[in-house]
């Protein structure tokens, strides 16, 4: 199956539940669980993105209250059409993918154990028992919390920010720019068994039992340009 602007075919595997039209999992009511399992039956060969463009108007004019109706309409359009992240396509047919289950889905009429999705809702994919991350997020295994201070010298304080200490066990390629946070810059360097510290509120859990694939429990999905920091 060949498909365009940048959607994804995939049947979920059959654990999952459907509920209104949608497969998610029995369990997703808990903010804990984010993301659900299924096989890649189809994909689109070029992934729509138009951040760029969107960037240079909301730059041009910054307030959205002065910027021309036409500004603001073009805008509104390239975001529509654009996914979240500049990436490339990097699943094919027959792949294992792993998706947030919070993102718009619809099941396909001619295929109803088959639901589509934009590429940008996918976290990884394994391959023939590869792992392969994707849109920037990285699998990490958490260390033990910490305060912010006893870690990193940053230029604001926030009672309840905290950070966490990482371990990278999969990542996968970069985003080379962002829709929504433009000016966010992926860490470009391998980071496959480095201590990373990262924001906690930022971090989505994995659950073993829930999609058993991984090999551990306590895995936990990060974004690149999440990262406080690392250790060389």
């Not at 060949?2 to 369990?27: Q, S």
């Not at 070029?46 to 760029?52: D, F, V």
């Amino acid at each position: 199956m060949i498909l365009k602007n940048g959607y994804v075919a995939v049947r979920p595997f059959k654990e999952t539940e459907t509920v209104n039209g949608i497969y998610i999992a029995p369990i997703a009511e808990s903010k804990d669980y984010m993301s659900i399992v299924g096989e890649v039956v189809g994909r689109s060969e070029h992934l729509p993105y138009y951040g760029r463009e969107a960037q240079e108007i909301r730059e041009r004019y910054p307030t959205a209250d002065y910027r021309p109706r036409e500004a603001q309409a073009d805008l509104c359009d390239l975001n529509n059409r654009s996914l979240n992240y500049e990436t490339q396509v990097e699943i094919n047919k027959g792949d294992i993918v792993v998706f947030d289950w919070k993102q718009k889905a619809f099941n396909v009429d001619s295929h109803e154990d088959q639901i589509l999705m934009k590429y940008d809702a996918l976290y990884m994919a394994i391959t023939n028992g590869e792992y392969r991350m994707l849109n920037g997020w990285l699998l990490v295994e958490p260390v033990k919390y910490k305060q912010h201070s006893e870690i990193l010298d940053l230029s604001f304080h926030d009672g309840e920010f905290s950070t966490i200490e990482a371990y990278v066990r999969h990542e996968g390629s970069f985003v080379t720019h962002y829709r929504e946070t433009p000016y966010a810059v992926d860490m470009n360097i391998p980071l496959k068994g480095k201590k990373i510290f990262v924001r906690k509120k930022r971090m989505k859990k994995v659950e073993k039992e829930y999609i058993g694939l991984l090999d551990n429990p306590h895995y936990y999905f990060i974004q690149r340009r999440d990262i406080l920091g690392y250790e060389p």
